[in-house]
T-cell receptor
C-alpha cells in the first residue's frame, strides 16, 4: 500500500517568509509525528497527534512553529517568519496509535527546507 | 528521558556479521528498545523492537541482557546496501516526547 507522503519534497524560501509543509499519513493510522533533522544529526521530535488533537507539542522550538491535523488524517506544519536556522529536513511519520506502537513509526521521505 | 549512547561509526566487510551496541543505563520499566535504519535522503525505517532477552526477524536480531541497560543489534552477513545510519531508541507508549533518536551509528560496509 501507499506509504507516508510529504509535499513539497524541496522548499526554498527567503528569511521572514511563511511556509507550509504537508504530510499524508498511511490510511488508517491515527498517530502522526513531525520531526526536524539537521545535517549529521538524528531526527528531533517536534509534535505528535493522536487523531485530530495535538497530544504532545512540547518539541516545537518556539511559537513560530504550528501544526494542524483538522480531520485526523492530513497534517500541515506551518512555520512563520522563517529564519536561516530553520533550514533542515522536516520528516513526518505515522503509526497505528495502538498501545506500544509509539516506536513503530513509518516515515515519509521528508521535505528539505532551505531558508535563504 | 532514557539517554542512549552508540558508537559514532563502524566499518565492516561484506558477508560479515555486524553488532552495534547501544547503552541506556537509565532505561525505565515501561521502556521498549527500538532500532531504526536511515539511508541518505530517506526517512528512518523501523528494523526491530524488543523489551527483554532476544528478538529476531527476517533482517536482524536484538539482544537485550537481563538488566536491560544495553542492547545489541546484530546484522547477519551484511552487504553494501546495509551501509546506513542506525539509531537506537528507548521509550514507552505513554509519551511520544521520549522518542529521542540521538546521532546514531554510521555503518559503512566495504567490499
Amino acid at each position: 500500500g501507499a506509504g507516508v507522503s510529504q509535499t513539497p519534497s524541496n522548499k526554498v524560501t527567503e528569511k521572514g517568509k511563511y511556509v507550509e509543509l504537508r504530510c499524508d499519513p498511511i490510511s488508517g493510522h491515527t498517530a502522526l509525528y513531525w520531526y526536524r533533522q539537521s545535517l549529521g544529526q538524528g531526527p528531533e521530535f517536534l509534535i505528535y497527534f493522536q487523531g485530530t488533537g495535538a497530544a504532545d507539542d512540547s518539541g516545537l522550538p518556539n511559537d513560530r512553529f504550528f501544526a494542524v491535523r483538522p480531520e485526523g488524517s492530513v497534517s500541515t506544519l506551518k512555520i512563520q517568519r522563517t529564519e536561516r536556522g530553520d533550514s533542515a529536513v522536516y520528516l513526518c511519520a505515522s503509526s497505528t496509535g495502538t498501545s506500544g506502537s509509539h516506536n513503530e513509526q513509518f516515515f515519509g521521505p521528508g521535505t528539505r527546507l532551505t531558508v535563504l | 528521558l532514557a539517554k542512549t549512547t552508540q558508537p559514532i561509526s563502524m566499518d565492516s566487510y561484506e558477508g560479515q556479521e555486524v553488532n552495534i551496541t547501544c547503552s541506556h543505563n537509565n532505561i525505565a520499566t515501561n521502556d521498549y528498545i527500538t532500532w531504526y535504519q536511515q539511508f541518505p535522503s530517506q526517512g528512518p525505517r523501523f528494523i526491530i523492537q524488543g523489551y527483554k532477552t532476544k528478538v529476531t526477524n527476517e533482517v536482524a536480531s536484538l539482544f537485550i541482557p537481563a538488566d536491560r541497560k544495553s542492547s545489541t543489534l546484530s546484522l547477519p552477513r551484511v552487504s553494501l546496501s546495509d551501509t546506513a545510519v542506525y539509531y537506537c531508541l528507548v521509550g514507552d507508549s505513554g509519551s511520544a516526547r521520549q522518542l529521542t533518536f540521538g546521532s546514531g551509528t554510521q555503518l559503512t560496509v566495504l567490499p
